[in-house]
Antibody
Framework: EVQLVESGGGLVKPGGSLRLSCAAS????????MNWVRQAPGKGLEWVSS????????NYADSLKGRFTISKDNAKNSVYLQMNSLTAEDTAVYYC??????????????WGQGTLVTVSS | QSVLTQPPSVSGAPGQRVTISCTGS?????????VHWYQQLPGAAPKLVIY???NRPSGVPDRFSGSKSGSSASLAITGLQAEDEADYYC??????????FGSGTTVTVL
C-alpha cells in the first residue's frame, strides 16, 4: 500500500527555519517525481516544489524567491523541504505528493495527510 | 490569485448533474497541457478523480467525467450523491515550468 507521511511542521517565528520530511512506503521514490504542495488556511492549493526521480531536476514556485530547498534521501525513501526566512504568508498545511506516473504533469496520485506550519510571533 | 479560474461554488439536488469549469490561458491548458481534477473532503488531503483530461483512476465512480476544449476544461458529476460534497480543484502545467491549480469549487448537495 502506497503511503506518504509528512512530519516536521509546527510553530515558528517570522524569519525562522523549518525542515519538513515526507516518508514514503509502498514504492521507491527513486522511480518517481515528488512534489510539495501547500494550502493556506481556508485557501486553495499551491504547488511549492518538485524533485525528479534522479534528483537532478528540481523546480520551485517563483513566489518562494529562493527561500526553500527540496532534497531527498533514496536510502531512507524520504523527501525533504528546507524552509528559510519564513513569513506569515508561509503559514499553511504542507502536503507531499507523488507525481502521477502515467499522466503528463499531474501533481499527485497519492498524497500525505499534510503537516501544518504556522509562522507567528 | 490562482492561474486557473473556477466558479466558487456549484450546487445540485441528489441525483442531478453538476459541472465545474476550469479556465486557463494559452500558456497552460491552451498550450495543450492536460488537466487533472482533485476532490478534497473537509479536513482531508486532496484525492485524484480525473487525470489527463478524461481518465478516471481505479476506484473512482464513473459518475465523474472530464472534458477539455481550447483553454478550458470541465468536471461533470452525474447522479450527485451526498458523499460528493467537497471542494474540487483543477490542475495543469504552465510554460513557466510550474504546476498550476484552480481556485477551487465547493460542491454542495442540496
Amino acid at each position: 500500500e502506497v503511503q506518504l507521511v509528512e512530519s516536521g511542521g509546527g510553530l515558528v517565528k517570522p524569519g525562522g527555519s523549518l525542515r519538513l520530511s515526507c516518508a514514503a512506503s509502498g514504492f521507491t521514490i527513486n522511480k518517481y517525481t515528488m512534489n510539495w504542495v501547500r494550502q493556506a488556511p481556508g485557501k486553495g492549493l499551491e504547488w511549492v516544489s518538485s524533485i525528479d526521480s534522479s534528483g537532478n531536476y528540481i523546480n520551485y514556485a517563483d513566489s518562494l524567491k529562493g527561500r526553500f530547498t527540496i532534497s531527498k534521501d533514496n536510502a531512507k525513501n524520504s523527501v525533504y523541504l528546507q524552509m528559510n526566512s519564513l513569513t506569515a504568508e508561509d503559514t499553511a498545511v504542507y502536503y507531499c505528493a507523488r507525481k502521477i506516473p502515467i499522466a503528463v504533469a499531474g501533481a499527485g496520485d497519492y498524497w500525505g495527510q499534510g503537516t501544518l506550519v504556522t509562522v507567528s510571533s | 490569485q490562482s492561474v486557473l479560474t473556477q466558479p466558487p461554488s456549484v450546487s445540485g439536488a441528489p441525483g442531478q448533474r453538476v459541472t465545474i469549469s476550469c479556465t486557463g490561458s494559452n500558456s497552460n491548458i491552451g498550450a495543450g497541457y492536460p488537466v487533472h481534477w482533485y476532490q478534497q473532503l473537509p479536513g482531508a488531503a486532496p484525492k485524484l478523480v480525473i487525470y489527463d483530461d478524461t481518465n478516471r483512476p481505479s476506484g473512482v465512480p464513473d459518475r465523474f467525467s472530464g472534458s477539455k476544449s481550447g483553454s478550458s476544461a470541465s468536471l461533470a458529476i452525474t447522479g450527485l450523491q451526498a458523499e460528493d460534497e467537497a471542494d474540487y480543484y483543477c490542475q495543469s502545467f504552465d510554460s513557466s515550468l510550474s504546476y498550476v491549480f484552480g481556485s477551487g469549487t465547493t460542491v454542495t448537495v442540496l
